[in-house]
T-cell receptor, first 113, second 113 residues
């Protein structure tokens, strides 16, 4: 079946570097995508979202890029800080569906001071 | 405003025991859901509810029951615990069916021996 997946399970970066976390999806009917951040021992927390009619959306230090041609989603974190260390999940919702998101397996971001 | 509150935070059960994981939200959200999180598996939906008195099955419902007698509460019952139910459980809510941003509780870590 179709599912949301991630290219890399673990990403290690130095403090101050920019981080890029990738996500691939295979369902062309997906029209809404969300990134969540999960710190150790806590529940996932909403970071940023994007709809399929957009290619890019920016938040505070984070940018989500959507490439519908290759069904690829990425989360860019500028000037990565130790507090950014967490597991990042992408989730997709399918147009006309029950609006129940499908989650990817997650990428662990480790920021070295 | 407490958000989504889950209790207990940790629980150890013996095989065959039953228990209820509690979830309460004070945001007047219509939609509530339960996920389990296993290493490398991401978040999988167990059951969800779109309002008081209405529940439905998610991806992995077997061995779990839910009810939604009030808007605020959405307990998850394990009828006869099995080692395969060892996991971290998250409750999540959102405003309504068309609001896709989920608010998560802090999780319940369950071990079944």
């Amino acid at each position: 079946g179709e599912s949301v997946g991630l290219h890399l399970p673990t990403l290690s970066v130095q403090e101050g570097d920019n981080s890029i976390i990738n996500c691939a999806y295979s369902n062309s009917a997906s029209d809404y995508f969300i990134w969540y951040k999960q710190e150790s021992g806590k529940g996932p927390q909403f970071i940023i979202d994007i709809r399929s009619n957009m290619d890019k959306r920016q938040g505070q230090r984070v940018t989500v890029l959507l490439n519908k041609t290759v069904k690829h989603l990425s989360l860019q974190i500028a000037a990565t800080q130790p507090g950014d260390s967490a597991v990042y999940f992408c989730a997709e919702n399918i147009a006309g569906g029950s609006y129940i998101p499908t989650f990817g397996r997650g990428t662990s971001l480790i920021v070295h001071p | 405003n407490a958000g989504v509150t889950q209790t207990p935070k940790f629980q150890v059960l013996k095989t065959g025991q039953s228990m209820t994981l509690q979830c309460a939200q004070d945001m007047n959200h219509e939609y509530m859901s339960w996920y389990r999180q296993d290493p490398g598996m991401g978040l999988r939906l167990i059951h969800y509810s779109v309002g008081a008195g209405i529940t439905d099955q998610g991806e992995v419902p077997n061995g779990y029951n839910v009810s939604r007698s009030t808007t605020e509460d959405f307990p998850l019952r394990l009828l006869s615990a099995a080692p395969s139910q060892t996991s971290v459980y998250f409750c999540a809510s959102r405003t309504d069916r068309l609001s896709e941003k989920l608010f998560f509780g802090s999780g319940t870590q369950l071990s079944v021996l």
